[in-house]
């Protein structure tokens, strides 16, 4: 186990419905990450969260929503989406000011129909 | 934002061989990290070189920077067929902790 944790591993829904993905960190890292992976394309970050604020928003559509209510989880809520947001979703943490490495999870492979 | 960007995109070799790729950036950076990812998994840390430092080795694995060709490299020497991933350079800039990823080199090890 990496130490970050996220769950559900795969998740299909709807265009009309609403999700969200959790992620849990184990570390005591006091920043974390979600990332979007889609195929042929580099990682694409989407929100940064240092301390539980958000300090950075990608230009992510409304429809992704972040939610971090301490320094050990991060949730992305997830409502209307469209067939080209279906894509590996990885949440990652570090530690600022060490400079060190991410630790990654094992993602959740999102499908939309 | 500033990506690495990863040469050559795939490579296939046999067990026993090295393995190297490369990757360029295109601003200053704090450090450049390496990543592997196995298919469709997350990814996981294997080295980070900072600014200042021109090489660094972890186990199997040595790499290179160069800041004045903003170049680094990856090798993987006597690779196994556990090393089959997709490896990834990530750039840290100053001031944030921020990570831009390059889009990765698929390796192949045959047994």
């Known amino acids: 186990e990496t130490g970050v944790t996220q769950t559900p591993r795969h998740l299909v829904m709807g265009m009309t419905n609403k999700k969200s993905l959790k992620c849990e960190q184990h570390l005591g890292h006091n920043a974390m990450y979600w990332y979007k992976q889609s195929a042929k394309k580099p990682l694409e970050l989407m929100f940064v969260y240092n301390f539980k604020e958000q300090t950075e928003n990608n230009s992510v559509p409304s429809r992704f929503s972040p939610e971090c209510p301490n320094s050990s989880h991060l949730f992305l809520h997830l409502h209307t989406l469209q067939p080209e947001d279906s894509a590996l979703y990885l949440c990652a943490s570090s530690q600022v000011g060490q400079g060190d490495g991410y630790t990654f999870g094992s993602g959740t492979r999102l499908t939309v129909v | 934002s500033q990506q690495g960007e990863e040469d050559p995109q795939a490579l296939s070799i046999q067990e026993g061989e090295n393995a190297t790729m490369n990757c360029s950036y295109k601003?200053?950076?704090?450090?450049l990290q390496w990543y592997r990812q196995n298919s469709g998994r997350g990814l996981v840390h294997l080295i980070l070189?900072?600014?200042?430092?021109r090489e660094k080795h972890s186990g199997r694995l040595r790499v290179t920077l160069d800041t004045s060709k903003k170049s680094s490299s990856l090798l993987i020497t006597a690779s196994r067929a556990a090393d089959t991933a997709s490896y990834f350079c990530?750039?840290?800039?100053?001031?944030?902790?921020?990570?831009?990823f390059g889009k990765g080199n698929q390796v192949v090890v045959i047994p």
């Open positions: 601003t200053s950076i704090n450090n």
């Open positions: 070189i900072r600014s200042n430092e």
């Open positions: 990530a750039t840290a800039s100053y001031g944030n902790n921020r990570l831009a």
